[in-house]
């Protein structure tokens, strides 16, 4: 096969792509397509094959970002807490989508998975993504993070206050200044660590306390 058609094969399936998603979201009843994509997001999570687990999750993720209504919101956190980091990159992407269009929906699953004592990767990935959305409601769901038993899950909401640059989150980091919990830094060289207190010392200086 000639480089030319294995890029015309590209185009086809792309289109034949577009065709069939179209077509599930015109045949399908609302309360039937997030009943099917919910349970197709248990099923992929579920794979032994994690390359195909991680492939039918990232189409997921675009696909539930297009349905409204809380149950795919809850679906694209279930995603973020994949272990694949790829995977956590679409879904993060996908709920910033739904964040800039439908705030609510993002805001109510964060509160649901906080309300749940959720752990896990998604729960150090969702401070930075209500930051990045920044409404104003972003500074206390942020706050809700610094409450968690995870350091790491801490350590994101810290940054993520930092990032969003709100001299009033200064209150809410304050608490932190004596916990010695230490966590993993990213981007860092590998091994890097700090303090929980250290952190936020740090945060509370930046945002001129």
């Given at each position: 096969m000639s480089l030319r058609r294995h890029l015309d094969a590209i185009f086809d399936a792309d289109r034949?792509?577009?065709?069939?998603e179209q077509a599930l979201f015109d045949e399908g009843a609302h309360g039937a397509l997030v009943a099917l994509l919910t349970a197709a997001v248990d099923e992929a999570q579920a794979l032994d094959d994690r390359e195909e687990g991680s492939m039918r999750l990232e189409r997921l993720a675009d696909?539930?970002?297009?349905?409204?209504?809380?149950?795919?919101?809850d679906a694209l956190i279930a995603i973020l807490d994949d272990d694949d980091p790829q995977v956590?990159?679409?879904?993060?992407?996908?709920?910033?989508?739904?964040?800039?269009?439908r705030y609510a929906e993002v805001a109510r699953a964060v509160e649901r998975a906080l309300d749940d004592g959720r752990g896990g990767p998604?729960?150090?990935?969702?401070?930075w993504v209500l930051a990045?959305?920044?409404e104003p409601s972003a500074l206390s769901l942020i706050g809700g993070f610094t409450e968690h038993e995870e350091?790491?899950?801490?350590?994101?909401a810290i940054e993520a206050l930092l990032h969003l640059g709100e001299p009033a989150a200064i209150e809410l980091l304050r608490p932190l200044e004596d916990d010695d919990r230490i966590a993993e830094l990213d981007g860092g060289d590998e091994g890097d660590s700090a303090t929980i207190g250290e952190l936020a010392a740090e945060a509370i200086a930046g945002l001129g306390g």
């Open positions: 034949r792509l577009r065709a069939a696909l539930c970002a297009q349905v409204e209504g809380p149950e795919m919101a956590r990159v679409v879904a993060g992407e996908a709920l910033l989508d739904v964040g800039y269009e998604a729960m150090a990935e969702l401070p990045e959305i920044g350091s790491d899950v801490v350590a994101a």
